[in-house]
């Protein structure tokens, strides 16, 4: 088990399309206790694995309250097959935007079919925070960020930010804040 680095914008692999998973192999079992490993220590309530570079549709969650006991999930090929019509909206945070907080509107429930760590299919209604972090999660595994359903203006101002820190630094991560429900 191992701690692996968080990518962050503007790094381009984050843009990158996740391939489904084929094989529930060691090599699988190993990437999800990275992931887990590394989003309990970021912190962080949701992981994608291609935040850790790796472009496979594995999705590590844990929703738990901060002193109940641990609730580890993983979706693996995860899609969203059904979404409410009705919206919510939630601030949501990202471990590969550091210390950024926007509010996102979203379909309020959604149905969403994955296959388990050992490959089993199953299906999930989702509402509340679980709705929003698959949601945020699954657009992970598709190259997308909570910053594209944003403003423009706002995007383009976080993007021109961190841009310019990955510039300064040659390394964009500003030190992070230890703020629940980040995903
Ligand atoms: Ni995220």
């Not at 945070?93 to 550091?98: E, V």
């Not at 509340?128 to 598709?142: K, M, R, S, V, W």
Request: aromatic fraction near 6%; charge should be negative.
């Amino acid at each position: 088990m191992a701690i692996r680095d968080i990518l962050s914008i503007p790094d381009k692999k984050l843009r990158l399309v996740s391939e489904p998973i084929k094989a529930f192999d060691g090599d699988l079992k190993a990437l999800i206790e990275d992931m887990f490993e590394t989003m309990y220590e970021a912190p962080g309530i949701g992981l994608a694995a291609i935040q850790i570079g790796v472009p496979l549709r594995v999705i590590t969650m844990d929703l738990a309250k901060k002193d109940d006991p641990k609730e580890p999930q993983v979706f693996i090929n995860a899609e969203v097959v059904w979404s409410s019509e009705d919206k919510s909206t939630y601030e949501e945070g990202c471990l590969s935007i550091p210390e950024y907080y926007e509010e996102v509107e979203r379909p309020a429930a959604v149905t969403v079919r994955y296959l388990d760590r050992d490959g089993k299919p199953r299906e999930v209604e989702a509402t509340g925070l679980l709705a929003t972090c698959l949601q945020h999660e699954i657009d992970h595994t598709n190259g997308v960020l909570f910053i594209d359903h944003i403003s423009k203006l706002k995007r383009d101002r976080v993007m021109k930010k961190f841009t310019k820190a990955a510039k300064r630094d040659g390394h964009p991560h500003p030190a992070r804040e230890k703020k629940a429900n980040v995903v």
